[in-house]
Structures are given as C-alpha cells and as structure tokens.
C-alpha cells in the first residue's frame, strides 16, 4: 500500500492526506468544545451556588406575574377595539407586549430549568437562546418605531392616516420578526453539528453567545453595535426633529402638557429598554477577560436577566394604558360590560 501510495502523483497525495486530516480536525475541535462548556457551566454553578444568587428567582417571579397580568389585558383591549386595531401605534404597542410576554415566558422557564438543575440538549439551549434574542431584539426595534411613528404623526397629520394601512403595518411587524430572526438562528445553524448531543445544567444567553466569541464566530459585538447604534440614531433624530417643528407651537410651555407627558413616558421606556441592552453587550466584552473575576460576571449577568431585563416588560403595559387615552377608554367599557354581564347572569 506504501509502495501504491509512494507511486500516485504528488496532487492525489495532497488530496488524501488533506482527506484525512480534515475528519481528524473535526474530531479534535469538538472534543475540545466539550471541556470548554462544561468548564463554563460548572464555574457557573459554583459561583450561584456561593452567593445564593438563586433567591434572584423572587423578584423574577413577581415582576413577570405583574407582567402577566396586565399585558394580556393590554392585548385583549386592542384586538377587540376594531378602532385600536386601524391605528398603527396600538399595533405597534401589541407587537411589543407580545414580544414581551415571550421574552418572559422564555426567561422564565430557562431559569427554573436553571433552578432546578435540568439538564437540557445543547440543541435546545441554542434554540432557547435564539428566541429570546428574537424577542428581545423585536421589543427593541418596535419601540424604536414608536418614536417613528409619533414622528410620522406630527410632522405630516394631514398625510398620516393614509401613509400605512393596517395590512401594510402587519406586513412591516412581519418583516421586523423576520430580520429580528435571521441572525441568530443563522448562529444556531452553523453550531447545530457541533455539541448537538451534549447535555448543559445550566442555560444561559450569555454562556450561548460567549461561546461564539470564543470561537471567533459570527461578530456578535458588531451585531449588537451596529442594531444599538442604528436605533439610537433613529430616536435622537426623531426627537430633536420633534422639538424643532413644534417648538413654536407653545405645547412645551406647560410643565404637564401632552407633548411633555410623552416625551417622559418614551424616554423613560426607551432608557428600560436599551440599559439592560448594553450592560448584557458588557457581559459579552468581559467574558473572555482573565483580569475579570467569575464572580463579578455572575453578579452582573444574574442581576441583568432577573432584575434589569424584566423592568421594562412590567412598567410598559401600565405606561401604555394610563398614557393611551384610548386604551383607558376600552378597558373601561370592557369592564363594564364584563360586569354588566355578570349582573345579567346572577339576576
């Protein structure tokens, strides 16, 4: 066989030896995978373990059930009113409850799986992981064309009405999920061969994408960056543009005025949205740092998912419905006729 081998042209020799180094490449690349998470995860667990930093679970569970009461309320409000339903903005504020309310319902039951120790495919982590990046990444955006929107409406309200139809604004929310998607589950795909197999006690977004910084793959703090970057622009635009067309209008005047009243409810949304956004970019950026203790980076990313991350998922449908006049005013005659009903019944 050596003496066949010595006598084949030096191309074929080429091609073989590179055939058979390349299934030993792979091997080698997903053992070495395989100490990598488990080490990240054990270290993980210690480090909770260490500063009881499970009782986080409690705030985490009162804030989604304030969360999961009113949203729902929220939604049920807007796809009953055939007047809220035409009205780009409330759909806007339904995408983003909806895109809330996965975010929670994934968040949540990664933690209790964290909680308890399940132990969960690789697989099925990657694709948890997607999701809430999907959700998360969705709210952002929605939000961010919100303050287009306001915009839109004040700067050309003879012309606002018939810029988008319903169908046309379903079919942007459509898009949006659809962009929202594209890049992390791209991700996921191309990790789906690697440690498809392997079991994880511990579930974590930021354990997920920190993988892929270590494995040079996919530029996760460009994505970040540039989405980051790109809304802000967008709403610093939006406003001062806002400022600029009705500061001769005299609704700044009044220190509780309309217009102020909506600057602060937006930008008190706006700065719950995107904090938690760029302190889990943080995370990312010190994952890889030796000079960084484990401890700390539990710390941050423990009090980022339970606590930071849920703010502004409990404080918006309660801001939507005192701040859209129209919202109140549903909710209201929901609830008469709820009781109206009930009367009707025990009569």
Not at 24 to 29: C, E, F, S, V
Not at 66 to 87: D, H
Request: proline share 3%; glycine share 2%; charged share 15%.
């Amino acid at each position: 066989a050596s003496l066949i081998t010595e006598t084949l042209p030096d191309k074929v020799q080429s091609h073989i030896n590179h055939s058979s180094v390349l299934p030993l490449r792979r091997k080698i690349t997903m053992t070495s995978s395989r100490p990598l998470i488990s080490n990240l995860t054990m270290d993980w667990i210690e480090s909770m373990e260490r500063w009881h930093l499970h009782l986080f679970c409690i705030p985490t569970a009162v804030i989604s059930f304030a969360t999961f009461i009113a949203s729902p309320v929220l939604l049920v409000c807007i796809f009953l009113s055939r007047a809220l339903r035409r009205e780009t903005r409330y759909l806007l504020v339904a995408n983003t409850l909806i895109a809330d309310m996965l975010f929670l319902i994934l968040n949540l039951v990664t933690l209790i799986g964290n909680a308890v120790r399940a132990e969960i495919p690789w697989f099925v982590c990657e694709l948890f992981t997607t999701l809430l990046v999907t959700a998360y990444s969705c709210a952002i955006i929605t939000v961010t064309l919100m303050v287009v929107d306001t915009f839109a409406a004040v700067r050309w309200p003879l012309q606002y009405h018939n810029l988008l139809s319903p169908a046309q604004t379903n079919c942007i929310l459509g898009v949006v999920w659809l962009l929202c998607a594209i890049y992390p589950f791209t991700l996921m795909m191309m990790m789906k061969a690697e440690l498809s197999n392997d079991n994880v006690t511990v579930c974590l977004a930021l354990i997920s994408l920190g993988f892929f910084k270590v494995k040079n793959i996919g530029g996760i703090d460009m994505y970040f960056l540039v989405a980051a970057l790109t809304c802000t622009f967008l709403i610093f635009y939006c406003y001062i543009r806002l400022y600029m067309v009705t500061r001769m209008q005299g609704i700044w005047h009044s220190r509780f005025s309309r217009a102020r009243v909506t600057v602060l409810v937006h930008g008190v949304l706006l700065l719950l949205y995107f904090a938690p956004g760029f302190v889990f970019a943080l995370e990312i950026y010190i994952f890889q740092k030796k000079n960084v203790s484990q401890d700390l980076r539990v710390w941050i990313s423990t009090v980022n998912a339970n606590f930071l991350m849920l703010l502004p998922r409990a404080f918006a449908p309660y801001l939507y419905g005192l701040r859209y006049r129209e919202i109140s005013e549903s909710l209201t005659l929901l609830l008469h006729r709820h009781r109206r009903n009930r009367e009707n019944t025990l009569s």
